[in-house]
């Protein structure tokens, strides 16, 4: 099992920029590929970007590239979300998720039903 926690989240208003935070209780964080998504109230929960096991291979929902940052530290078992030039149609929660896969590799997922793990979530809101 594989708890996540997320942090980081609040208001902000639009062109702001804040950073989340997924802590991630397992042993062998570097065996699992990362990932963030969001909903909207009202709306499905949607993909925003994802991270390879290394960090070497990173992959964003054209909504956000050029915004967001994904990166990972494997060291303290955390990958970040750097969100700048915030939007109001970037206000939801945000999920971070994770999926066991192999190192021989650079994997990314980019579909909620490829992950085996998720946070609780945390409210981002941004107003206009």
């Known amino acids: 099992q594989v708890q996540l926690v997320e942090s980081g989240g609040g208001l902000v208003q639009a062109g702001g920029s804040l950073r989340l935070s997924c802590a991630a209780s397992a042993r062998t964080f570097s065996s699992y590929a990362m990932g963030w998504f969001r909903q909207a109230p009202g709306k499905e929960r949607e993909f925003v970007a994802a991270i390879s096991w290394s960090g070497g291979s990173t992959y964003y929902a054209d909504s956000v590239k050029g915004r967001f940052t994904i990166s990972r530290d494997n060291a303290k078992n955390t990958v970040y979300l750097q969100m700048n030039s915030l939007k109001p149609e970037d206000t939801a929660v945000y999920y971070c998720?994770?999926?066991?896969?192999?190192?021989?590799?650079?994997?990314?997922?980019?579909?909620?039903?490829?992950?085996?793990?998720w946070g609780q979530g945390t409210q981002v809101i941004v107003s206009s």
């Open positions: 998720a994770a999926r066991r896969t192999s190192q021989s590799g650079s994997f990314y997922y980019t579909t909620s039903n490829r992950y085996d793990y």
